[in-house]
């Protein structure tokens, strides 16, 4: 219980020397969340996590495109197209309460760093993979970072998300607070329950 506390003090402090430009808006579940400064309508969230979690474990989730719908309560489609420079092309369909469904053609790529692997994705520029029946999302551009840690797991999770549309900006914010720290709990979950 010390050492948690005390990894969670840790990853707090390089947090708030590291990234300047966050802002803090909770710490929940092994992980400190935060809001970024916007970028055009939306701002960017971010997530760093301490979990006692084998890395390769996490990384073995993340690496399976075709499954985020398996465990992401948002994403309720997502279909593997094929290789494309970067990665694979991959159709995803989302859903948030109080919103019609969105869809899009992401480039979802991954990459080794120190200690681990960094899961990227972004807008396909072609999008005529869309089914054209859901609202057309204008930006979803992320990344996890999972690396091994004394404990288990350091997890980074970033993204910077635009629904299209119409949206309220009360639900942006409940996005950006409990939506994300819902979307991060769920990776924890599937692993610890898989």
């Known amino acids: 219980m010390r050492q948690e506390r005390y990894n969670r003090a840790m990853l707090l402090l390089l947090s708030s020397v590291a990234f300047a430009g966050w802002t803090q808006t909770a710490e929940e579940n ?3 969340y935060f809001v970024g400064d916007r970028q055009g309508a939306y701002a960017p969230v971010r997530a760093e996590c ?8 996490l990384q073995k989730i993340l690496a399976d495109n075709k499954s985020h719908a398996a465990y992401f309560g948002s994403v309720i489609a997502s279909n593997v197209l094929g290789p494309t420079a970067g990665g694979e092309l991959v159709y995803q369909a989302h859903q948030a309460s109080g919103i019609s469904d969105r869809e899009i053609v992401l480039v979802m790529g991954q990459a080794p760093i120190a200690s681990g692997v960094r899961y990227t994705w972004e807008r396909a520029p072609d999008q005529s993979k869309s089914t054209g029946k859901l609202v057309p999302t204008v930006v979803d551009t992320g990344k996890w970072e999972v690396t091994k840690s004394a ?3 350091k997890v980074v999770y970033e993204l910077l998300y635009d629904p299209g549309g119409s949206v309220p900006s009360f639900l942006v914010r409940s996005f950006q607070g409990s939506g994300t720290r819902t979307l991060v709990g769920e990776l924890r979950t599937w692993a610890e329950t898989h």
């Open 30 to 32: 092994g992980c400190v």
């Open 151 to 153: 404990t288990g797991a």
């Open 50 to 57: 301490d979990w006692p979690i084998a890395a390769e474990k």
